[in-house]
Structure formats: structure tokens, C-alpha cells
């Protein structure tokens, strides 16, 4: 059994901002011709080599096994308790593990 392990982006480990470059590609990805999944696309630009930047402007948790980011989670939190989610992804070989209610639970 995998316990979910997620913990915060770091912006200066290179290896967290490859690994959320590569995520957030197999996401939009998987958007192409998906009912709203375009419009998304055209709305949300890409983060692409800017994650160093989000993560100092955005709450970036990594969702990880062991050493391999398995999932992302960027949110902005905001007045009166509200968090925005703005975007949330776990790679589909990792899905049904727990990952995705972690991410969302931290």
C-alpha cells in the first residue's frame, strides 16, 4: 500500500520545476478535445519555465512516491478562508492511490 505523500513545491529545486513542467504538459494534454478542454487551454497559458515564479506567487503542493512527482496542486488562498484551486492533476498511473483527495486535503 502507497501512503500519499504530498509536501510544497520548492522554486529552487530544479527537479520540482521539471517535473511540474513535464506534469503540467501530460495535463493539458489530456485536455485536447475534451468537452470545455479547449477553451481551458485557451484561457489558462501555460506555465511552461515560469513554475519558479508561480510557486513564489501560488501554493504549489507536489504530490510525491518518494522521489517521483506524481501530481500537482496550485492554489491561491484568499480572504475569509477561501481557496481557489486553480489547477490540480495526478499522472493517471497514480490515480485511485489517494493522491488526489491529499492534494486537495492540504
Known amino acids: 500500500m502507497i501512503d500519499p505523500t504530498v509536501r510544497a513545491a520548492d522554486p529552487a529545486d530544479g527537479d520540482d520545476l ?11 494534454a489530456a485536455l485536447v478535445g475534451q468537452r470545455g478542454g479547449d477553451r481551458w487551454l485557451v484561457e489558462h497559458p501555460a506555465v511552461d519555465d ?5 510557486c ?4 504549489v503542493y507536489l504530490a510525491v512516491i518518494d522521489d517521483v512527482v506524481v501530481g500537482f496542486l496550485v492554489a491561491d488562498l484568499g480572504g475569509d478562508h477561501v481557496v481557489r484551486i486553480d489547477q490540480v492533476w495526478v499522472t493517471p498511473e497514480a490515480r485511485e492511490l489517494g493522491f ?3 492534494l486537495l486535503a492540504t
Request: proline share 0%; hydrophobic share 40%.
Open 18 to 28: 521539471a517535473q511540474l513542467v513535464l506534469l503540467e504538459r501530460e495535463a493539458r
Open 50 to 54: 515560469a513554475w519558479a515564479q508561480r
Open 56 to 59: 513564489t506567487s501560488s501554493d
Open 100 to 102: 488526489g483527495d491529499e
